[in-house]
């Protein structure tokens, strides 16, 4: 499901606000963490899995998002997976005018979620994580954020 608003908040912060909304709309916890490539791993039965980054992540997406602002080519907020109290995004940003079109976004903000929700499990053992990251490097690099 998508939301395809055309206004196009200043700050990651506000734009939290509208994702936050909409996603208490389509049955997601309304806390929002955020991931970047090298935090989620999917496994052959199709579980996400996702390491603990702390700030890191947030970091990464307020970057992203500031990137966006100042390209004006528009923003999507997406999301990958949930738990039951958390759901896990990505800050999407296009390279190009092509590239947006073929995301199918407006130069505004784009909030997306799957129509069924996909469960995740976090991990904080840096051990339990190596393994995962070891057995699923092919699935890794299938999924992009």
Not at 51 to 77: F, M, P, Q, S, W
Not at 88 to 117: E, I, N, W
Request: aromatic content about 8%.
């Amino acid at each position: 499901m998508t939301d395809p608003s055309s206004d196009l908040p200043r700050t990651l912060a506000a734009a939290e606000q509208k994702f936050q909304n909409f996603l208490a709309e389509h049955g997601y916890p309304e806390t929002i963490r955020w991931l970047m490539h090298d935090n989620v791993v999917v496994d052959r039965q199709g579980q996400f899995w996702v390491r603990d980054c702390g700030t890191k992540a947030l970091e990464h997406a307020n970057l992203r998002y500031c990137e966006g602002v100042e390209r004006n080519l528009g923003i999507a907020l997406h999301v990958i997976c949930a738990t039951d109290r958390e759901t896990f995004a990505s800050v999407f940003v296009p390279a190009d005018d092509v590239d947006r079109q073929y995301h199918l976004m407006g130069y505004g903000l784009k909030l997306s979620c799957p129509t069924s929700k996909t469960s995740a499990s976090t991990v904080k053992n840096p051990l339990r994580w190596w393994i995962l990251e070891l057995r699923n490097k092919r699935r890794r690099k299938m999924l992009e954020l």
